[in-house]
């Protein structure tokens, strides 16, 4: 059984203004599909060809000599994270995670600085996570094909910081490409799932938060 590319849960024009057709026709179309390519070449004929992408990158983490299907399952699996982290009408925290990043951070305005400054602070390529570390909120960013699931972190929302994400619609501009990520990209309603899922969020009952 072979691992798919999965389709972009949207049109490849449907984050337009902000990430163009042909940025995201590139990045699902090519850069994601390699990895998934890689990794079907890697584990064919090896116990990997069954496993979940989590179970992949949960038992190669810490195998060196494994390194090559570790970064492709990883890829796979976080580049599926970072299509689902966006939606054409994100942006929007809405007043259960305004009030959680408020009473962690003191403000949505504080922890967006902290997003870009951990994005623009990552050296070469990377990810920039909004992860549940415990029962706390936390902004980390990780190198290469870094996935939180192997320092037992929850990933709630990721940025792509690869190059290929953002230089033909930003160039070199990082910091703009990720406040426009969280300014209008940001998939706050599949945030508040994970959280609600996680039991730090208090559930939704009947369209009325419960108490
Ligand atoms: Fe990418």
């Not at 070469?124 to 037992?152: C, E, F, K, Q």
Request: with cysteine.
């Amino acid at each position: 059984m072979a691992f798919k590319l999965l389709p972009l849960p949207y049109a490849t024009n449907a984050l337009e203004p902000h990430i163009s057709r042909r940025t995201m026709e590139f990045h699902h179309d090519k850069h994601h599909a390699t990895y998934v390519d890689n990794l079907n070449r890697l584990s064919e004929g090896t116990p990997y060809a069954v496993m979940s992408l989590e179970e992949i990158v949960l038992q190669t983490a810490a195998r060196p000599e494994e390194h090559a299907i570790h970064d492709n399952a990883a890829q796979a699996w976080n580049h599926t994270e970072f299509w689902n982290s966006m939606h054409p009408a994100g942006g929007k925290t809405g007043n259960d995670i305004d009030e959680l990043l408020t009473e962690q951070y003191g403000s949505y305005a504080r922890f967006r600085q902290e997003f870009v400054n951990a994005a623009t602070g990552q050296f070469g390529s990377g990810w920039t996570w909004l992860v549940l570390d415990g029962s706390r909120l936390a902004v980390i960013s990780t190198p290469n094909a870094g996935n939180p699931l192997t320092m037992g972190k929850l990933p709630l929302l990721v940025c792509d910081v690869w190059e290929h994400a953002y230089y033909l619609d930003y160039q070199n501009r990082r910091k703009v490409f990720v406040e426009t990520f969280l300014d209008h990209l940001a998939n706050w309603e599949r945030v508040a799932s994970r959280l609600r899922d996680a039991g730090v969020m208090a559930p939704v009952l009947g369209g009325v938060r419960a108490a």
